[in-house]
Nanobody, 124 residues
């Protein structure tokens, strides 16, 4: 079965950089899309970005992070990377990666497999 595991979370100073990784196993798993989501203060998970491992569709980034974050897929390792540059306090929360094998990744309801989440805190 497809499994996802996030790593790389931690505490970073405002304006700094933090890189998150979402490992997809088995490595040869095929998923339609993988999205990064942020959840804070018990709120709903908010989409941050989407990447399509097949490369047919360009990656998506939410307006709130566009220009600061990048999302990419490492095909060799089957990892999805989220590089967070110039982080802001609003970027804090639990970051989850989620994959869909049968659907797109536009909404949380479409996600079929979730990782356990990794915590990101911003200090100022």
């Amino acid at each position: 079965q497809v499994r996802l595991m996030e790593s790389g979370g931690g505490s970073v100073q405002a304006g700094g950089t933090l890189s998150l990784s979402c490992a997809i196993t088995p490595v040869d798993s095929n998923v339609n899309c993988v999205g990064w989501w942020r959840q804070s203060f018990g709120n709903e998970r908010v989409g941050v970005g989407i990447v399509y491992p097949g490369g047919v569709i360009s990656e998506y980034l939410a307006d709130s992070v566009k220009g600061r974050f990048t999302i990419s897929h490492d095909s060799a390792k089957n990892e999805v990377l989220l590089t967070m540059n110039y982080v802001k306090p609003d970027d804090a929360g639990t970051y989850f990666c989620g994959a869909s094998l049968s659907y797109n990744c536009y909404t949380a309801a479409q996600i079929q497999v979730w990782g356990q989440g990794t915590q990101v805190s911003i200090s100022s």
